[in-house]
């Protein structure tokens, strides 16, 4: 089981940090990501990292404001999210896969998701 929170309302040019809380499957055995799913649109790939946490990868839309991380001792990740746009208000899911990819069908466990909204 995932548990993400942290989401809320900010202004443009704000921050916010959300976590992935995990339960259940071994957090350390899994890649975690970050999607997002924004009204009417598909599901995004925001950015994943490796279970040791060395390597990350991120989608261009957000490479250089956004930050993932992780703690396997606590069972637990985060997203810190800079300089946010409007454009990234989005529902954003936690997720756990098998590789580090931007494809949804590679991610095993989803969590249930925090909203995000970005004010102009």
């Known amino acids: 089981q995932l548990q993400a929170s942290g989401g809320g309302l900010v202004q443009a040019g704000g921050s916010l940090r959300l976590s992935c809380a995990a339960s259940?499957?071994?957090?350390?055995?899994?890649?975690m990501g970050w999607f997002r799913q924004a009204p009417g649109k598909e599901r995004e790939f925001v950015a994943a990292?490796?279970?040791?946490?060395?390597?990350?990868d991120y989608s261009d839309s957000v490479k250089g404001r956004f930050t993932i991380s992780r703690d396997n001792a606590k069972n637990t990740g985060n997203l810190q999210m800079n300089s946010l746009k409007v454009a990234d208000t989005a529902v954003y899911y936690c997720?756990?896969?098998?590789?580090?990819?931007?494809?949804?069908?590679?991610?095993?466990?989803w969590g249930q998701g925090t909203l995000v909204t970005v004010s102009s």
């Open positions: 997720v756990l896969g098998r590789a580090l990819s931007p494809r949804p069908p590679m991610y095993d466990f």
């Open positions: 259940g499957p071994i957090f350390s055995n899994y890649i």
């Open positions: 990292i490796s279970t040791g946490g060395s390597v990350t």
